[in-house]
C-alpha cells in the first residue's frame, strides 16, 4: 500500500493511505489530555473530551510526529512517498562537525570570568552543536548556566551564511542580555522590540510577546506595554529568516508562543530549541516536540558539577512551624504573602544570608517585595526590588552592579527574574514560597550556578510554611531536587514567633 505524506509547510502535513485501524490508533495514541480542561464549560458540559489531537480524523498531524508515527506503524506494508509545496526552501547544508576552536582566535571579553583567553568551548558544548548541524529540528535539554547562550551564538554563526537568525528569547531582560553578549562574540545582531527595531542584521533578537504584538493590538488587548509591530515591520521580520533559535523553550507550552513556531515562522526550515528543564507534563511536552522536534541532547547539572564548569550548590529547607488554620488556598497565599510579624523574621533570615554575599531573592507577589524591601532598608541592607513595572534600564543596571558588589540584596518577582538572567557573583540565592512549579524551581536554582571569578559554590534557601499548600508544595520540590541530584537539608523552626 502508498501511503503518501503531503507537506502543508515545514510543520504540518497529511498521511493518506492509511488503513482505518491504523488511522484510529494513530488519532488515539496522539490525543493529549490539557489539565486545565476540566475548569473549562465546554469540557464540563460534555462538547469536549478536553484533549487536543496532534494526528486529525482528517490526516493531518505535525511533521516532528512523523518518526513517533512511523514507529507505531507495521511500515512493512506501507511504500513511502513524499510530496513537498511549491514554495519549498530546502535544509542548507551546514558543513562539518565543529570542534572546541571553533570561535578562534576570538578571546574572552572584558567581564568575563576568563577575560582575554582564547574561547574554547566545552565538550557537551561541542556536543550540542554537532547534533544541530545533523538534526536541524531539535530540542537541546542542558542545564541552566550550561552556556545556551555561547550554543546559540555558534549555531547562528553557523546559519547566517544562507539567510537571517532569529533568537527567541521569553523577556525584555533576556532579549537586551542576549544581544549585547552576541555583539561582544563578534555577531552582527539587532534588537526588534525593547522600543528598537534594529531589522537590517544578520541576527535579531527579540522575544515572543514582540512577534505576536500585532494580532494583540488587532485585538485591543491592554497587555502590549510598548509599540506592537506593524503587518509591513512583521513582514520585514519573516523576510529571508532562514533559522529560527529559540531560548529558554519551555515556556513554549504557551499558545501564544507555539503559535510563533508553527504559524508566523511556519516555513523556516531550521528550528532549534534550548533549554534547561524538558516539562515534565505530557500536555506541556507535546507543545515543544510537535513545534521544535524530539529531544536530541540531554546534560544535566550535576555533570557539568562534576566537570566543575558549574558552581556547586547546596540547598537549605527552612520550614517555618505555624499553627494558623486557612479554609482555602487563597487565604494561606494572603497570610503567607503579608503576614507582617512572619515577613519580619524572614527580613532577618535574608539580612543574615545577603551579608555573607550578594543575595538574589525570588518571590510570586509584588506586595511581599514591597514589605520586604521596608523591613530590608530599616535592617540597613544594600536592597532594591525588581518587578515588571521597572525600567528593563534600571534592572540591567541593578543586575551589572553586582559585578562591582559584595552584599547587595535583589528583591525581585519569579516573573523576570527566576529564568535566563545572567549575573555571576550571585553568591546565595532565596525562593519564598515558590509552589510547585518544576521549571521554575529548577530555573531559578540555576540562577547561582554560574561561575564566577571570585565563586565556585553557592548556597540556595528554600523558605516556606508546614501549612497545608505550602506543605504539598515543598514535598513536590523535594523531589526535584532529588531528580536534579542537588542535596538539601531540612530544619524546621518552631520558635520564630
Known amino acids: ?75 512493512s506494508k506501507y511504500e513511502v512517498e513524499y510530496v513537498y509545496p511549491e514554495q519549498w526552501v530546502n535544509d542548507p547544508d551546514l558543513g562539518n562537525n565543529i570542534d572546541e576552536d571553533f570561535f578562534a582566535p576570538q578571546v574572552w571579553y572584558k567581564g568575563h570570568r576568563l577575560e582575554g583567553q582564547p574561547i574554547k568551548l566545552e565538550d557537551h558544548q561541542v556536543k550540542i552543536i554537532n547534533t544541530c548541524i545533523n538534526n536541524h529540528r531539535c530540542l537541546i535539554s542542558a542545564a541552566t548556566s550550561s552556556g545556551k547562550t555561547l550554543i546559540s551564538a555558534a549555531l547562528a554563526k553557523l546559519c547566517q551564511p544562507f539567510g537571517k537568525v532569529i533568537l527567541v528569547v521569553p523577556s525584555q531582560d533576556l532579549c537586551l542580555q542576549s544581544a549585547d553578549e552576541f555583539k561582544l562574540l563578534g555577531l552582527d545582531t539587532g ?63 504557551s499558545s501564544e508562543v507555539q503559535k510563533v513556531i508553527t504559524e508566523t515562522f511556519k516555513d523556516v526550515p531550521i528550528k532549534w530549541g534550548l533549554t534547561g528543564t524538558i516539562p515534565k507534563e505530557k500536555s506541556e511536552y507535546y507543545c515543544l516536540l510537535t513545534s521544535l522536534g524530539g529531544t536530541a541532547v540531554e546534560v544535566r547539572s550535576h555533570e557539568l558539577q562534576e566537570k566543575g564548569f558549574m558552581a556547586s550548590c547546596n540547598i537549605n529547607c527552612i520550614r517555618l512551624v505555624d499553627d494558623a488554620v486557612f479554609m482555602d488556598y487563597e487565604d494561606e497565599v494572603n497570610y503567607l504573602s503579608t503576614d507582617d510579624k512572619r515577613l519580619s523574621y524572614i527580613a532577618n533570615l535574608i539580612k543574615g544570608i545577603a551579608d555573607t554575599g550578594n543575595t538574589l531573592v525570588l518571590l510570586n507577589r509584588i506586595v511581599t ?107 513536590e520540590r523535594i523531589k526535584y531536587y532529588e531528580d536534579e541530584q542537588h542535596p538539601y537539608h531540612i530544619y524546621k523552626i518552631d520558635n520564630w514567633k
Open 369 to 475: 517585595g514591597e514589605i520586604l524591601e521596608r523591613k530590608l532598608n530599616d535592617l540597613g541592607a544594600d536592597v532594591v526590588f525588581l518587578q515588571g513595572s521597572v525600567s528593563i534600564k534600571k534592572r540591567k543596571e541593578q543586575y551589572k552592579e553586582v559585578n562591582e558588589v559584595d552584599n547587595k540584596c535583589i528583591l525581585a518577582t519569579a516573573q523576570i527574574a527566576s529564568t535566563g538572567i545572567n549575573i555571576p557573583r550571585l553568591f546565595n540565592l532565596v525562593i519564598l514560597d515558590f509552589g510547585k512549579s518544576f521549571t521554575r524551581s529548577i530555573q531559578s536554582i540555576g540562577r547561582v550556578l554560574r561561575l564566577a571569578k571570585d565563586k565556585t559554590s553557592a548556597n540556595v534557601f528554600d523558605i516556606s510554611s508546614i501549612l497545608k499548600y505550602s506543605r504539598k508544595h515543598f514535598n
Open 1 to 75: 500500500m502508498k501511503l503518501t505524506i503531503t507537506y502543508k509547510d515545514q510543520v504540518k502535513c497529511l498521511i493518506n493511505g492509511l488503513t482505518s485501524q491504523d488511522k484510529d490508533m494513530l488519532y488515539k495514541e496522539f490525543s493529549v489530555f490539557i489539565p486545565t480542561a476540566r475548569y473549562q464549560s465546554k469540557f464540563k458540559l460534555g462538547m469536549w473530551d478536553g484533549k487536543i489531537h496532534y494526528f486529525t480524523l482528517t490526516n493531518q498531524t505535525y511533521v516532528n510526529l512523523l518518526p513517533k508515527i512511523f514507529e507505531k506503524l507495521d511500515m
Open 191 to 253: 534588537i526588534v522590540g525593547c522600543g528598537l527595531r534594529e531589522f537590517n542584521h544578520n541576527v535579531i533578537v527579540c522575544t515572543w510577546q514582540t512577534i505576536n504584538s500585532l494580532e494583540r493590538r488587532t485585538k485591543g488587548t491592554k497587555k502590549v506595554r510598548e509599540n506592537p509591530l506593524s503587518a509591513e515591520e512583521l513582514k520585514t521580520l519573516k523576510s529571508g529568516v532562514i533559522s529560527l533559535i529559540f531560548d529558554e523553550c519551555h515556556q513554549s507550552k
